[in-house]
């Protein structure tokens, strides 16, 4: 988990702020989860002064950009260190500790109250960068029903302008269980060819009759041709 974080960071640096910032880490209550699996509340006051709270327990510290190296020192617990800037905004703060491979992470309490880290940050390199405390918008899905029988699937309504299935649409059960791989007739006579949860081929119900017509067609033909053979014989 430690060199995924590490290799995440360098990517993410585009979207980070600066630690002389203060306006995006400072009277903010951060947090993480210890090693006890309790939640510690770090919070930096603008007059530098450091409140540290755990079940309710407060410490008190000291803190400081250092602008000269861009980091930042931490004073608590007896101890003196020093954080290189990782990746922040005002979510996230992922401070590296200067000379080690440590990593300080901490959450937002207010933006990010499940304290995922990890899982914020790879949404953030992913390009998706949700909007934090709103609902996921879930996709659009018109009900379809399979030919003789009363099962009903769910296609994803992409809108792509390539037919009613557009191919790569996800499909799943009425009850939002996944569809098994394989192939299905719906009530309009389109075959649907699903792989993975998705549309993989559309068949058009035209395309039986076109099959007729040219299965038809060469029946006609090899009964006509020795009648036209005889004709031209003559």
Known sequence: MLNHLLSLLPRLKEYSKSLDDFAVFADVPWAFIDGDGDKVTYLFRRNNELLVSK???????RWEYLSVIQSMLIEYNGKKSIYNQGFVDNVVMALLKDGTEELFLLANVQKLPDLNVVGYLERKMDGERPAIGQPKIEPAYKEVRL????????IENKDTGYGLYPVGSKVIYENKCKVQDG???LSDNFGLDIQQGKIRAVKHP????????FIFTIIAIFLLLPMLVYVLKR
């Open 206 to 213: 035209a395309d039986d009759d076109a099959i007729l017509v």
């Open 183 to 185: 192939k299905y007739l």
């Open 55 to 61: 079940r309710g327990d407060v410490a008190t510290g």
């Open 147 to 154: 030919k003789e029988s009363s099962t009903i699937l769910l």
